[in-house]
């Protein structure tokens, strides 16, 4: 399948955040899903980009990770929606949850409730050697957050892009754009230690 499930497709619940299409394609390609990958989406909320990476990557395991119970069950109702039978849904704290797991090759982070840096710690005890992270990041903070953190792990090799999707809309005789939210993107990858 394609990447690029339209957002209009997925259900939707007001406060449960969602990685809107053009920030979810950018974010599995710069993560390099794909085959059968083990992967954890940390702060799933509706699951957008849980799914997407489902769909497109059939062979990979996908453990969508969300604390907040409402998304838990707006994440189940769009996993059934698209029949995303390589989801496994798990509600708890990320940081907690990654402890059972032994190991995973990409880390997803959509949300992390204020605690990057536990979250962070806990990916960085299961990520394999070669192994990425994606994050997706409004706030500048956490995103500062993330590069000191990543500035203190010198076995990672890093980059962040920020990204402005416009689209247009019909006004009147016109179209114009409206803008959403800028986006970071950042992207990681795990290297041996010398």
């Known amino acids: 399948m394609n990447l690029g499930i339209k957002d209009e497709d997925f259900l939707r619940a007001e ?3 969602m990685t809107k299409r053009e920030i979810r394609i950018l974010t599995l390609a710069l993560a390099r899903v794909g085959g059968a990958d083990i992967i954890a989406d940390i702060g799933a909320g509706t699951g957008s980009l849980s799914i997407e990476a489902a769909k497109f990557s059939p062979d990979s395991n996908i453990f969508a990770i969300e604390k907040n119970p409402d998304a838990v ?3 189940k109702q769009n996993v059934k929606k698209f029949s995303a039978d390589n989801i496994t849904i798990i509600h708890g704290e990320a940081s907690q949850v990654l402890k059972n797991f032994s190991q995973i090759d990409v880390a997803l982070i959509g949300g992390s409730g204020g605690k990057i840096e536990q979250i962070l710690d806990a990916v960085n ?3 394999k050697i070669d192994g990425r992270i994606a994050a997706n990041f409004i706030a500048i903070q956490t995103l500062s957050i993330s590069l000191e953190w990543l500035r203190r792990h010198k076995n990672y090799h890093y980059e962040v892009i920020q990204v402005q999707v416009n689209h247009l ?3 009147g005789a016109y179209d114009m754009a409206q803008a959403s939210n800028p986006i970071y993107i950042l ?3 795990k290297l041996r230690d010398d």
Do not use: F, G, M
């Open 125 to 127: 005890k299961k990520l």
């Open 15 to 17: 406060k449960i955040p």
């Open 169 to 171: 809309k019909k006004i």
């Open 187 to 189: 992207t990681a990858e």
């Open 73 to 75: 069950n707006l994440l």
